[in-house]
């Protein structure tokens, strides 16, 4: 259609009063007919970083237009997350969060800048990541066996680091602590780089990392595995037991993906989102290297990430209430 044709058209469904519905499926027609932003509240470098880049890169390639990654660090992703929700609703701002900044922090920050669930809509759960008990490579603890026997009972608090306030790893220090008998105290680092630094230091007992980011560190020894939260060993890492092998089946934390869109965006763009990210980490290239990173995959329906979406919210809003956590 031409620029001319496309006047006359806007102006005949102005006269007829009937542009408020159909504005939104003329833009379609051409969508996207400009860069696409994907922002991740994780900075460069980190395994959610890596997963943006790689759905980033597939996408584009499906859409036929340029989707660029924007990191907006900090605060558990929340940052990143209140930025796509005060976005406009155009499909041109995009989001991939994880569980912390969707599900936990709801429940967590009575104060938060933004409600995810009014807010903000799942285009597809995309992967998931599990969790390591870490320790530093110099710690005496060689298993969780041994861990549990050095703290269980103690007055003292244990120090975890954790990437954050009211992160999965935050929460799966506290569940472990109450599962074994001792008392944590989160350490929370405001960058990726100080909480590994720290770990690997031994400025704390142990941390709850996840695959993508522990594994390297473990494979280079830096840092000593002890567990895993995973139902099955990891093949990156088959040496690591789970926790239930350890005796601790009821830590089954893990941290899913899920790319979202501002609430309001016109249906038919979601569907071709929903089509296209499915399809970008589907696809064999890209499950392999998602694999590779430490993720398992996913690709799910829109409605499927809306289940999703609610019940792990109720899930962890029992969690967090559970654990007396109130981050303000």
């Known amino acids: 259609m031409t620029h001319p044709h496309r006047r006359s058209l806007l102006a005949a469904l102005l006269a007829a009063g009937l542009a408020p519905a159909s504005l939104p499926a003329l833009a379609q027609g051409s969508y996207p007919d400009k860069a696409v932003r994907l922002a991740v509240g994780f900075p460069p470098g980190t395994a959610p970083d890596m997963l943006a880049r790689l759905i980033a890169q597939r996408l584009g390639e499906l859409l036929k237009q340029q989707v660029v990654v924007d990191n907006r660090a900090g605060a558990g992703g929340q940052i990143a997350t209140q930025n796509v929700a005060k976005s406009p609703a155009d499909g041109y701002s995009l989001l991939l969060a994880d569980v912390g900044s969707i599900a936990i922090a709801p429940a967590a920050f009575s104060k938060l800048p933004y409600d995810p669930s009014k807010e903000l809509v799942g285009v597809s759960e995309v992967g998931k990541v599990d969790f390591l008990l870490a320790v530093p490579a110099t710690s005496p603890h060689r298993t969780v066996a041994d861990f549990v026997k050095a703290y269980k009972g103690q007055t003292d608090k244990v120090n975890f680091g954790t990437f954050g306030a009211g992160t999965p790893g935050h929460f799966g220090a506290e569940m472990f602590g109450e599962a074994a008998g001792f008392k944590v105290e989160p350490i929370h680092y405001r960058a990726t780089g100080d909480a590994v630094t720290a770990i690997v230091a031994g400025d704390v007992a142990g941390a709850f990392v996840s695959t993508a980011l522990g594994g390297a560190q473990i494979k280079g020894g830096r840092m000593r595995a002890l567990a895993t939260t995973a139902p099955q060993r990891s093949t990156l890492l088959p040496d690591v037991p789970t926790f239930a092998e350890a005796g601790f089946p009821k830590m089954d934390t893990s941290a899913w993906f899920c790319v979202f869109a ?35 995959v996913s690709g799910t329906s829109r409605a499927d990430a809306e289940r999703m979406l609610k019940a792990e919210s109720q899930r962890w809003a029992a969690i967090v209430k559970a654990s007396g956590f109130k981050g303000d």
């Open 262 to 296: 501002p609430t309001g965006t016109p249906t038919a763009i979601l569907e071709l989102l929903n089509r296209q990210v499915v399809a970008a980490v589907q696809s064999p290239e890209s499950r392999t290297r998602i694999i590779d990173a430490g993720f398992s």
